[in-house]
């Protein structure tokens, strides 16, 4: 293989790339990015990349959660209620299993979006489609669909402060476990899953009591702070190489627009480009792993991107279909095992439950969700492998766009409040609901 570049990508083909119609725009744009500061520090990610090692071993577990296409007009609320979703799931799997939960947030960066087609066509007008807000706008007219490289500029802008909202929560004493109670919203609590979360928070409030009764400094970091980390696909390269420095304390390279960045499912050719820049920076790494992957594929991902059998560096996300997912995933986390590669399994159980419902929606049923999930257990089970984690799309809101869960969402409710831009997202009671059902496959 030839010598790593930051832009040594630039000699593959790289799917998914906008086009920019003004390049001049583009290249000072870039340029732009290039000279402001990291948003991540390596030290960060390295410590991502041990904690992540520690899932690999079998002795953590992974949630990696957030909104499929996060919005450039994401208001304060919203950012805090996606962080409440987020640690109450966390809560509900580390005190139901006892297992410690490494998170990470679909958040802070994820505004690129891999499309299958180039263009949409709606009453013979054919515009380019909306790729994120990074590069564009949803709205179809030219000018909204016209790939905007102001907007890559804007998406730093908007990562950086989403992430000091975030830090300041995590490190601030919102996200102490004294403020269990406070995470639970009323229309999660409302409900029968938000009951448990209630009866769970009330039992690990007495618990701190106690323990404060005993002496014990409850008022210590590992109570009072949480280690959020971000992450995002990394599709936009230019972006991504834009925000890579080297670390002056190694010499090695970091994207530091994340902590951890993944190849989506789409971009994830072995001779490919996204294949080619992640080999080279340090971060913790993921690669979407769907339906049509071999054991070729996927042995050859994880020589690609973690040569060395790092434990922490490679995660693989699987994203099968409820239907297949135990039958095509066994022989794949047989063969990983047996070449004795490290690798943290987690379950995307979204991106291949997806479908149009009979309204014209794209949705997804809670019950293939779960059952996808049951199913990555059961393959693991089945290969004496550690079934690593799981990576949903959610919001906090209040939203009706996956169906059914106890609220029974059915097709008819869906335009209530259907509010992605992108694919549909969980709401916090599905959230809640599906953790209590994943800390009980933990425990068994
Ligand atoms: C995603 O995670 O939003 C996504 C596009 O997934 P995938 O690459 O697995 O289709
Ligand atoms: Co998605």
């Known amino acids: 293989m030839d010598q790593w570049r930051p832009d040594s990508w630039k000699a593959f083909p790289a799917g998914q790339q906008p086009h920019w119609p003004d390049e001049a725009e583009l290249d000072q744009a870039l340029k732009t990015l290039g000279d402001l500061p990291p948003l991540v520090f390596a030290g960060e990610a390295d410590q991502l990349t041990e904690q992540l090692g520690r899932v690999a071993n079998g002795e953590a577990f992974l949630l990696q ?3 499929c296409a996060e919005s450039f007009d994401s208001s304060a609320d919203s950012i805090r209620d996606r962080l409440k979703v987020i640690l109450q799931m966390a809560i509900v799997l580390t005190y139901s299993s006892g297992v410690p939960v490494v998170k990470v ?36 007219t030219e000018g909204q ?44 609590a409302s409900s029968p899953a938000g009951q448990r979360y209630t009866a769970l928070a009330t039992e690990l409030d007495n618990a701190l009591r106690f323990m404060e009764a005993c002496g014990i400094d409850t008022a210590s970091q590992s109570v009072s702070q949480v280690d959020l980390y ?14 890579t420095r080297q670390d002056s304390r190694t010499g090695n390279w970091y994207d530091c627009s994340a902590h951890m960045l993944w190849i989506g499912e789409r971009t994830r050719d072995l001779d490919g480009a996204h294949v080619e820049f992640l080999r080279g920076v340090q ?3 993921g690669c979407k792993v769907g339906p049509t992957a071999t054991v070729e594929d996927v042995l050859g991902i994880c020589e690609a991107l973690n040569p060395d059998r790092v434990p922490g560096r490679l995660t693989l996300i699987t994203r099968m279909g409820a239907e297949d997912i135990t039958e095509r995933l066994t022989p794949l986390l047989k ?12 379950c995307d159980p979204m991106h291949g439950n997806t479908f149009t419902s009979p309204s014209g929606r794209k949705t997804r049923r809670f019950d293939d969700v779960l059952a996808e999930i049951s199913g990555f257990f059961a393959a693991h089970d089945a290969a004496g492998t550690w079934a690593g984690g799981v990576h949903v799309e959610l919001t906090g809101d209040d939203v009706t766009e996956c169906l059914g869960g106890a ?26 609901d599906l953790a209590f059902a994943v800390s009980d496959l933990l425990r068994t």
Request: hydrophobic share 35%; charged share 20%; net charge negative.
């Open 65 to 67: 959660a957030g909104d």
């Open 105 to 140: 947030g679909r958040i802070a960066g994820q505004f690129a979006k891999p499309r299958s087609s180039n263009t949409e066509t709606v009453d013979d007008v054919e515009l380019p489609s909306f790729r994120g807000h990074i590069v564009n706008e949803p709205g179809f």
């Open 145 to 188: 669909r016209r790939a905007n490289p102001q907007r890559l500029l804007q998406a730093y802008h908007n990562s950086a402060s989403t992430l000091n909202l975030l830090r300041a929560f995590t490190k601030g004493g919102y996200a102490a476990l004294s403020e269990v109670h406070a995470w639970n919203q009323e229309f999660v």
């Open 230 to 243: 971000t992450s995002h696909e990394a599709l936009l390269l230019g972006f991504e190489q834009a925000l």
């Open 283 to 285: 971060n913790p790494l």
């Open 335 to 346: 063969a990983v095992d047996d070449a004795g590669h490290p690798v943290v399994w987690v």
């Open 407 to 432: 609220q029974e969402i059915a097709d008819e409710d869906l335009d209530s409040r259907y509010e992605t831009m992108c694919d549909p997202r969980l709401n916090g009671r599905q959230s809640v």
